[in-house]
């Protein structure tokens, strides 16, 4: 069986991609079990540099063909911040707690449209002949006026998506999977692998 190595150690990202691309017939390995432990300074100024750069790095140290993601949160009022810098902002150690409250306090007096925000993902593969493709999906919503649901991560609790009329964080996993940046990219990326490796 072709095996793949999805360049995370985010156990949750890598039951998704399990998820949505078990019916190929490719073995899907983490960079734990691929054995590779390595260290990748993410210094792109785009969601798809940041992401070719990971596939890149581990398909070089490893041969293999190799996926690897980067996300984020863009909120329009904000010239698109936190982006890139999602994980990043008000410093990697500071909690979702205060980092939504502060986008929410940046955005007071601002009202509906003004309000507009979205998820970006982008998936990239880089393969052992050396091409590379990325693969990029969005989720559209607003940034709601204050926090609410249990549910994922991040910044999921102020994400408000008005087709749903509740936010990321109050769908359940698989209503999030069907429609959220991340399960898109994956599944267009799913196709392909299915035309390259298969
Ligand atoms: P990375 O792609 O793992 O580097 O994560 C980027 C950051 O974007 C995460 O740490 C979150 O802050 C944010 N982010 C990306 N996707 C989501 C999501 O689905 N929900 C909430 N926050 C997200």
Redesign the pocket.
Known sequence: MEKIIFATS?SGKMREIREIMQDLGVEILSMKEAGIEADIVEDGKTFEENALIKARTIRDLTGCPVLA?????EVDALDKAPGIY??RYMGEDTS?DLKNASIIERLSGLEGEQRSAR?V?VIAAAFPDGTEETRRGTIEGRIAHESAGEN?????PI?YVPEYECT?AQLSAEQ?NAV???GKALRAMKEVIRQRVI
């Open positions: 985010n993601d980067d996300s984020g949160l999602s994980a979702y998820f993902c994922g991560f991040g910044y999921d994400f990321t999030k959220s940046h991340r």
